[in-house]
């Protein structure tokens, strides 16, 4: 079993769609990252949080530390947000650690 | 500096010869990081530096890989007798962990391996 697992692995949604990307980890963390990857390869940092909530934008990711669980959401979903989204961990209690991935999803927006 | 920037973007070598990446990171930031990507896959940790000192080492990284950054600036990744399985994409990243002790990480847009 990985120790970060995403759901669902592959998401196809109309434009315009309220979209979420589950992330749950079995280990301690002393944060989790939200990574975007476009085809290509660049991968972009979305949000790095260790509690509550961030927005930015159209995208909010929440944790909740004691179900370790986290979600992505994408308000007003548009072909543009179609890439691989990442969630990874820091494992531990000592932040700056390295990164632990989950397969990603696959997030495809059609127009 | 915009950025994190890796060279060579792509390199086709055959089996048995050696390759060599470098990273150059973001000035100020002091942790660097190299991940080895296959396709379809999540990005795998290889190594890290704080500065100069090599922190960790997955035990991915077997003899054949070697990590420096002798200055604690740009880093080299080189892998000797490449073999097929080599072929991944190789992914540097590096931050400048903040007041909490965590920084955001910056990617640099990868240098993609073939092996023939």
């Known amino acids: 079993k990985n120790e970060v697992e995403q759901s669902p692995q592959n998401l196809t949604a109309q434009e315009g769609e309220f979209i979420t990307i589950n992330c749950s980890y079995s280990v301690g963390i002393s944060a989790l990252h939200w990574l975007q990857q476009h085809p290509g390869g660049g991968i972009v940092s979305l949000f790095m949080l260790s509690s509550g909530k961030k927005k930015h934008g159209r995208l909010i990711a929440t944790i909740n530390i004691q179900e370790k669980h986290s979600s992505l959401h994408i308000t007003a979903s548009h072909p543009r947000d179609s890439a691989v989204y990442i969630c990874a961990v820091e494992k531990g209690e000592t932040s700056g650690s390295r990164l632990t991935f989950g397969e990603g999803t696959q997030l495809t927006v059609n127009p | 500096d915009t950025g994190v920037s890796q060279d060579p973007r792509h390199k086709i070598t055959k089996r048995g010869q050696n390759v060599t990446f470098r990273c150059d990171p973001i000035s100020e930031h002091n942790r660097l990081y190299w991940y080895r990507q296959t396709l379809g896959q999540g990005p795998e940790f290889l190594t890290y530096?704080?500065?100069?000192?090599?922190?960790?080492k997955s035990r991915l990284l077997s003899d054949r890989f070697s990590a420096e950054r002798p200055k604690g600036s740009f880093s080299t990744l080189e892998i000797q007798r490449t073999e097929q399985g080599d072929s991944a994409m190789y992914l540097c990243?590096?931050?400048?962990?903040?007041?909490?002790?965590?920084?955001?990480?910056?990617f640099g847009e990868g240098s993609r391996l073939t092996v023939l």
């Open positions: 530096f704080q500065n100069e000192a090599q922190l960790e």
């Open positions: 990243a590096s931050s400048f962990p903040g007041p909490s002790g965590t920084g955001e990480l910056f």
